[in-house]
C-alpha cells in the first residue's frame, strides 16, 4: 500500500491548514477528548472565499467521481462536523488507497466511537507513513495506557516533525518525569503559537527565576502585631493582596517596579493575547507589581470575563486601591460567587468596615466553606472585635489548627489574656516556627515577663531579622544596656526607619552622645545645619516622643531658633512632659513673659520637677511673698535633687529669718 499524504496541493489548502494549526492548540485545551481534536486535514482544500456548504459539495462531486484527496478532505470535513456515519466510508475509501491523512482520521472517528485499540493500529499505520498528528495521537493514547516509553516515541516522532501538539505532549510527559528536556518541547510549541505551551514555559523561567533571585517565594499574609509590647492581634482581616494565590504570587516574583520585560512575561503575553484566562492574571500580576495600573487592569478583566475566579478578585483589589469601592465589590462579588475564597474574605472585609456584621460574617463563613483559612480567622477577629471571646477562641484555634500561623499567634494572645501563660506557649512557639514575626516578638515579651531575658533577647533578635520594628528597638536597647553601641546603633537604625518613635529618640541619643562640644555661641557666626543626630530628635519629635520635643527644643534655642524651641517646648508642656513646660518657663521668662512663665513652672512643679519648685519660690521671694516662696522652697526640698534641695533649704532658711525679724 502506498500513501499519498505527501503529494502537492493548492494554494488554498495551503491557506487553510496555516488556519487550522493556529486553532489547533486551542482546541486541544479546550476539547473535551484531547485525541479527538486531532484531526489531520492535509488532504482537505478549501478557498478563503467558499463557504462550507460549497466546499462540501464540491468535494461531495469529486468523491463520487473517486478523487482520492476529496474522499479524504469529505471525510475530515464531516468528522469535525460530529458526522461519524457519513465520515466513515469516505474515511475507509480513501485509507484503502493509500492516504495517510484519511487513515489518522479514521483512528480519530474510532477512537470516538470507542473502539480505541482499532483506532490506534489505524494511527500507527499513519505515523509510520510519516503523519505528525497520527504519532501525536498514538502517542497519547500510549501515555493513557500507562506506557510512557512507546508515549515518548511517537510523541517524539511528532514533535520532531514540528507538530506543536506533539511537542507539548512530549514536553508535558518530559515534565512529569522532571526532565529537563521538557523546556525545549514547551518552547518549540510555543513558538508554533500553542497557549498552554507558552503559559507553561513561561511558568518554568519564572520559577527558574524566582529560586535564583529571592528563593521560595512565601505568599502568607503577615498581620503585625501594634509595637507597643502588648500582646494584642490587628484587627485587620486576612486577606491577600491584589493577585492572591499560587499563580498570581508567582507572577509577582518576576515583575520588580521599573524593571525590563521578562521572558517569562513574555510567554505569559503570548498565552494571554490567544486568550489563556491563567496567563493574562498572571501578566495583570506582574505589570499591577510594575507599577502599570491601567494594563494590569485590563489584562485582569480579560481573565475575569473569561470566568478566572482569581483575576475578578484582583481586579475588585485594583479598584479598591483606586477608590472605587462599589466597582470592587460586584467583581468580588463575581468571584466569590465562582469559590474564590480571597473574594469571599474582600466582602467580609467590605461589610464589616461598613459596621454590617451579619453580612460580613456570612461571607467569612463562604470564605471558609471555600477552603480559604483565613475565613475562620477572620470570623475570630470579627467575634473579637464584639467581645465575643469564647467564639473569636473558637475561630482562631480552628483556624490555627488548620495551620493558620496569625491564627495560632492571637489565639495564644487571647490565652495569655485569660492568665494561661502555659497555655499561650506552645502557641506562640507553633506560630513563631511557622514564620509568623508578630508571635517571635510576643514571645520575647512573654519571657522578659518572666525575667528571663536571655531567651527574651533570642525571640527578639529572630523577630528584628525579619523586620520587626519593636522588636529590632529591643535589641538595641539590650545592646545599649550591654555597652555594644554598634549592634545597639545598627537596630535602632532599623527600628527608627520602621516608624519607631523611641528608636528614633534612642539614635539620636546615642549620636549625640558622639557630638563634640560646640563651646560658647559667637556673635555673628553663621547658624549651623541641623546635624543627624537632631534630624532623628525631630522625626521623633513629629510622632509625639515627649522627650525627643524637648531636646529638639533645647538644640533649636542653641541655635538661637527661638521660635522653633518654643514651638517645641509647648507642644511637649501641653502633652504634659513637665521638662517641657520648665523649659519653656526658661524661654518665656528671658523673653519678658514672666507671668506666662509662672503658669508654665507651676505645671512643670505640680507633676514633680524640683527644678521648678525652686524658680517658684524665687519669684515668690522676689514679690515678696515670703509664705508662699516657702510652701515652694519645701516642694523643691521633697522633689530634688540633691543640688535643688539643697539651694532650696537655704533659701527657705534666709526666708523664715525675714519673716521672723
Request: aromatic share 6%; hydrophobic share 45%; charged share 25%.
Amino acid at each position: 500500500m502506498v500513501f499519498m499524504g505527501d503529494r502537492a496541493t493548492l494554494l488554498e489548502t495551503g491557506r487553510f491548514v496555516q488556519r487550522h494549526a493556529r486553532n489547533a492548540a486551542d482546541e486541544i485545551i479546550e476539547a473535551v477528548g484531547a485525541v479527538d481534536a486531532a484531526v489531520d486535514t492535509t488532504a482537505e482544500t478549501d478557498a478563503d472565499t467558499e463557504n462550507e456548504t460549497e466546499t462540501e459539495a464540491r468535494h461531495r462531486r469529486a468523491a463520487e467521481r473517486g478523487d482520492l484527496a476529496s474522499m479524504s478532505a469529505l471525510g475530515a470535513l464531516l468528522l469535525r462536523r460530529g458526522d461519524l456515519d457519513g465520515a466513515e466510508p469516505y474515511l475507509r475509501g480513501a485509507t484503502a488507497e493509500g492516504d495517510r491523512a484519511a487513515a489518522n482520521n479514521l483512528g480519530v472517528l474510532l477512537h470516538q466511537r470507542g473502539y480505541a485499540e482499532e483506532a490506534a493500529g489505524w494511527w500507527r499505520v499513519a505515523a509510520v507513513a510519516g503523519s505528525a498528528p497520527a504519532a501525536h495521537a498514538l502517542g497519547r493514547h500510549h501515555r493513557e495506557r500507562g506506557d510512557e516509553p512507546a508515549a515518548e516515541y511517537w510523541l517524539r516522532q511528532a514533535a520532531e516533525q514540528g507538530h506543536a501538539l506533539g511537542a507539548y505532549a512530549l514536553a508535558d510527559l518530559l515534565e512529569h518525569r522532571s526532565d529537563v528536556g521538557a523546556e525545549r518541547w514547551l518552547r518549540a510549541a510555543a513558538e508554533q503559537g500553542h497557549r498552554e505551551a507558552a503559559y507553561r514555559l513561561a511558568l518554568a523561567l519564572e520559577r527558574r527565576a524566582t529560586e535564583t533571585t529571592r528563593g521560595p517565594h512565601d505568599t502568607g499574609t503577615r498581620l503585625r502585631v501594634p509595637g507597643t509590647g502588648a500582646l494584642v492581634p490587628t484587627g485587620a482581616p486576612a486577606t491577600a493582596p491584589a493577585a492572591a494565590g499560587t499563580d498570581a504570587a508567582a507572577g509577582r516574583a518576576v515583575g520588580e517596579p521599573g524593571s525590563e520585560p521578562t521572558e517569562a512575561e513574555q510567554w505569559f503575553r503570548q498565552a494571554a493575547a490567544r486568550g489563556h484566562r491563567r496567563a493574562a492574571l498572571h501578566l495583570g500580576a506582574i505589570l499591577e507589581q510594575r507599577g502599570e495600573l491601567k494594563e494590569a487592569g485590563r489584562w485582569y478583566l480579560s481573565s475575569a470575563k473569561e470566568g478566572e475566579a482569581k483575576a475578578a478578585c484582583a481586579l475588585g483589589f485594583l479598584l479598591r486601591d483606586a477608590g472605587d469601592e462599589e466597582s470592587a465589590a460586584v467583581w468580588w462579588l463575581r468571584a466569590a460567587q465562582d469559590g474564590d475564597g480571597n473574594a469571599a474574605n474582600a466582602l467580609g472585609a467590605l461589610h464589616a468596615a461598613r459596621g454590617e456584621q451579619q453580612t460580613a460574617e456570612r461571607w467569612y463563613r463562604a470564605a471558609m466553606d471555600a477552603g480559604d483559612v483565613n475565613g475562620a480567622y477572620n470570623l475570630g477577629l470579627l467575634c473579637a472585635a464584639q467581645d465575643r471571646i469564647p467564639q473569636a477562641e473558637q475561630w482562631y484555634r480552628r483556624a490555627a489548627y488548620a495551620g493558620h500561623r496569625e491564627a495560632a499567634n492571637a489565639l495564644a494572645v487571647l490565652l495569655l489574656q485569660a492568665g494561661d501563660a502555659n497555655g499561650a506557649e506552645p502557641w506562640f512557639s507553633k506560630a513563631a516556627e511557622a514564620g509568623s514575626v508578630d508571635a517571635a516578638f510576643n514571645l520575647g515579651i512573654l519571657h522578659a515577663g518572666r525575667d528571663d531575658d536571655r531567651t527574651a533577647l533570642v525571640w527578639y533578635e529572630r523577630a528584628a531579622a525579619a523586620g520587626h520594628t519593636e522588636a529590632a528597638l529591643q535589641v538595641g536597647i539590650a545592646a545599649l544596656r550591654d555597652g555594644d553601641e554598634r549592634t545597639a546603633e545598627r537596630h535602632l537604625r532599623c527600628a527608627a526607619g520602621g516608624g519607631s518613635a523611641e528608636a528614633a529618640f534612642r539614635l539620636a541619643s546615642v549620636l549625640d552622645a558622639r557630638r563634640p562640644d560646640p563651646g560658647p555661641a559667637v556673635l555673628g557666626a553663621p547658624r549651623e545645619e541641623k546635624s543627624e543626630c537632631e534630624e532623628w530628635y525631630e522625626r521623633a519629635a513629629q510622632q509625639g516622643h515627649r522627650r525627643a520635643q524637648v531636646r529638639v527644643g533645647m538644640l533649636a534655642a542653641g541655635r538661637g531658633d527661638l521660635a522653633e524651641a518654643d514651638r517645641w517646648y509647648r507642644e511637649a508642656a501641653e502633652a504634659g512632659s513637665r521638662n517641657g513646660a520648665f523649659n519653656l518657663g526658661l524661654l518665656l521668662a528671658r523673653e519678658g513673659s514672666e507671668r506666662e512663665a509662672a503658669l508654665w513652672w507651676t505645671r512643670a512643679a505640680r507633676a514633680g520637677h524640683g527644678r521648678a519648685a525652686l524658680r517658684l519660690a524665687l519669684l515668690a521671694a522676689r514679690r515678696g511673698e515670703l509664705t508662699e516662696g516657702r510652701r515652694w522652697c519645701a516642694r523643691a526640698v521633697e522633689l530634688g535633687p540633691a543640688e535643688v534641695a539643697e539651694r532650696a533649704a537655704r533659701l527657705s532658711e534666709a526666708l523664715h529669718q525675714e519673716l521672723t525679724a
